[in-house]
């Protein structure tokens, strides 16, 4: 190998989605230098288009900050306008051709002042929009982009396509817009490459044209409507007709557009994500407006998450109907272009007709097909339908080239990312004895300890090039600021976040002895690290300045109050002066880590993250309450793609039996736990006796169980089992089913009740292979599945419809009538059939009952060891903003996978046993955590140990510690302030914002 055998320390990931910024940040987390190719002008994705996800989360709000987080990392490098040409070289040492496409506009010298776009002559259908309202030829797709620079489209510029344009050069107040700008190349030096390059919509099927799609003004599909239904998007939350603008008052939806059929064009497969996010916007409309008419009609609900049938429930309690039935045709009328739907209900009568003010297609998912131009020019495998086809439970789909997210499998956006973080983890794997190259960074200076010493005061007020004196009369605050006590210096400076400006700045930090800063310039969500390193570089704690937002909340809102915006401003610089007077630095935090990981399960998930651990170097012990590893896999004979599922654990026990670096304690369970990130101290019952380690992360695999039916004459009847004793007949070739002449399966048994509201996930997919496999064992079998819904989601749908080609008959059952089982001379099965309404008795040889999958036994206990919390269902519970930290606890250092979190399939669970092992690698990679940023600190000579910090803290943080008070560990904090707000003694404040320092503000400002 080239570079003489070793492997290089970086990472290309191609596709800034949720999956690319997630993994980027992973992998730089642990060391590795990343670069981060995205062919937009932005980065996020889809994720930035929706404006709720499935489990609720507000996408943007939530996505946002870890993209600012991405863009000041300094081991990652995000390259827009990106995309990959050629990969020459090995596995460990590629050579990587980047083809950038211009933006015309200079990232550096532009300030996002916003003069350029409204000049623009040009108005086109907006593509972030989906053709929904319109944008110019330059501009940024939305509010808030990351990065945020406008970009010029050169396809449809004025001036790039030959004609005489140059509005926009001429306003812009830098020198930022170059129209010469040139298509270029950069090549890379990477171990490895990961491609997350996503989905898109699958617009072009007969169905769409015959329901009107591209022809109809008020027929959309469902990505439109996400744009529509959200704040930020065209119509700024209001649904309106595309016809005329009119509130549309009456909506339909209509699933499965191009999907879920295997005729014509359509997709064989399900989309899986469709009916949740079709559902979750419906509820949007309706929190909008209770009076908004929602009609969805669908095939089978694809509820498979443990929280969706929930949010299916709330969608019929709060109105919205829902018809199962097919959408024969769509017609128009041409004065008012209200819709009427003809639609063929499930019986398979014709049902009527029902007009409507806009109809929503939702389309099916299909691979980006940039994604698949490149993965096919890499040689990656791809599978029928375009999706990358790695080999069985992996995401290394060539050596050295990984693939994850929904380019792999469609799944929704938890599963989603942590399939990309597998992909990630093998990476990780892959490169565990690259080097890094280059230097190492730049020395920072020691920090002066401005402890004691009268503060000094610099303000430097930015004209952002005049965006902001055009307002705001910044000579005014200069001179104001300059007459307030403890000011040492003020300067005016034209663009403060220049290179200029800020050796300006840094200069008059240095000359005038300036030991706190006040940058009066823009938004400190963008800006404030900047301005933070800036400081730092001159020997100043980063936190010792502060800035007050002049430019958005100032002059870009008062253009009509000139006098008043600049008494404001003089005000806001006032008070944070006062404030800043009285700062402290925050010390550097750190913390020792203990290098041992600990697996709470020895089955596949756990299995998968111990060997992704130890594969950096780092040894990990796996508890395993029983006596053999494999856990809930062994009961299962064959996955569903056909592969034996013993052959998988045989492989993953022999690679932890032969490691150095793995323990594994069979029969034995936690005791005790004590410590926090880090520096947990666990003990362990093991058969010969109790054992004391010590760990800096803890993973908790534990698996779920099948529910022990209690109905349908389980236990009382040899002919009546479930699904997993199905599956060891099988594996055991029993004489018995050879003899069966008859089968009926019931789906749901104790899941999707009140009880266990949620869906098993696993049951319809592991029910219809294992059918496929009593067809091969017996052609002339009759099997019957009684159902609700058939949840075969992605793949799986295709088995679906291969089974009812094999003769398998699925019947949806009457629910309120029920099921009822009885055995005299031989099982009977007596139930209501929904479509054709007639009683029916079916008398089969063997009764097979789809049970629910349920938390393990010990959940409650682990809970309570661990500190972390358990759903309502009793599975662990991840943290709140599950689409984006799908394998986190609230409480840090601790990780989950696999079905402790809930029901998951065999490579579910693999992913979420490799993504949890990455992120506990994030701790376990370093000998010492070190944190400096806001944090809470408990004054002991105050606390009284009253637990009421413990209890109200969302995030587990706050705890009695040995000397009997709370303690908060910063690495831990979130800065939320609930336990400041909350201590009765006010034992507790926030760094930086402390009484001292914000009273003193808010004081001066309303004197």
Known sequence: MANNGKKIKSVLVVGAGLGGIHTALNLADIGFKVYLAEKLPYIGGKMVQLYRTAEDNFALGAITPVELTLMNNPNIETITLAELQSVKGEPGNFTVTIKKSPRYVDPIKCVTCGLCWPVCPVKVPSEFNYGLGERNAIGMPYAGAVPNKPYIDAGTCLNLNGQDCTKCVDVCPTNAINLEQKESVQELKVGAILLTPGIEPYRTSSEAKKLGYGQMANVIDNFQMERMVSIYGPTKGEIKRPSDGKTAEKIAYIQCVGSRKSDGDSLEYCSSVCCMYSIRAALSAKAKDTEYDVTIFHNDIMATSKTHETVYMEAKENGVTFIRGSVSSITEDPETKKLTVNYVSETGEQSGQEVFDLVVLTMGLIPSQDGVNLAKSLEIPLNKWNFADPPMNSSMARPGIAVGGSFKFLEDSPIALADAQAGAMEIANLLSDSVSEGGEGKALPPELDVRGIPPRVGVYVCECGGIIKKVVDTDQIAEFASQLEGVADTKIIQYACF???????????????????????????????????????????????????????????????QEGATERIKDEVKGIVNKVKGLSPLPVYTREVRQRGLVLGGGIAGLNAALSISSQGIPVDIIEKGSQLGGYGNSISYDTKGNKVSDYIDGLVKDVSGSKLISVFFNSELKEIKGRVGQFTARIDTPSGEIENKYGAIIVATGGEEYVPQEYLYGKSKRVVTQL?????????????????????????????????????????????????????????????????????????????????????????????????????????????????????????????????????NNDTLSRLLGVPLDEYGFFKEESYMTFTPVDFSKRGIFLCGSAHGPKTIDESVAQGKAASIRALCVLSKETLVHQNVYAEVDPGKCIACLTCVRVCPFGVPFINDNSVAEIVPFECRACGVCVSSCPNDAIELKSFTDIDVIPQIETMFA
């Open 499 to 561: 290179s200029e400006g800020m050796k300006e700045i840094q200069g008059s930090i240095k000359e005038n002895e300036i030991n706190r800063v006040v940058v009066v310039a823009c938004s400190y969500r963008s800006h404030l690290i900047r301005f933070q390193n800036l400081i730092r570089g001159v020997g100043l704690n980063k936190f010792l300045v502060e800035m007050v937002n002049a430019r958005e909340l100032g002059a870009w809102v008062n253009k009509d109050e």
């Open 725 to 857: 004793e199905l599956e060891d007949m099988i594996s055991k070739d029993d004489a018995l089913l050879r003899d069966v002449k008859s089968a009926v399966v019931i789906h749901c048994v104790g899941s999707r009740n009140e009880e266990r509201p949620y869906c098993s996930r696993v049951c319809c997919p592991q029910s219809i292979k294992n059918s496929l496999k009593l067809k091969e064992i017996n052609p002339e079998l009759k099997i019957h599945h009684l159902h609700r819904d058939i949840r075969t989601y992605f793949l799986n749908d295709i088995q679906y419809r291969a089974a009812e080609k094999e003769g398998v008959s699925f019947i949806r059952y009457d629910e309120e009538k029920g099921i009822n089982v009885s055995e005299n001379s031989g099982l009977s099965v007596g139930f209501s059939d929904i479509k054709t309404g007639q009683e029916i008795e079916l008398k089969p040889d063997l009764l097979i009952l789809n049970a629910a999958m349920i938390p393990g036994e």
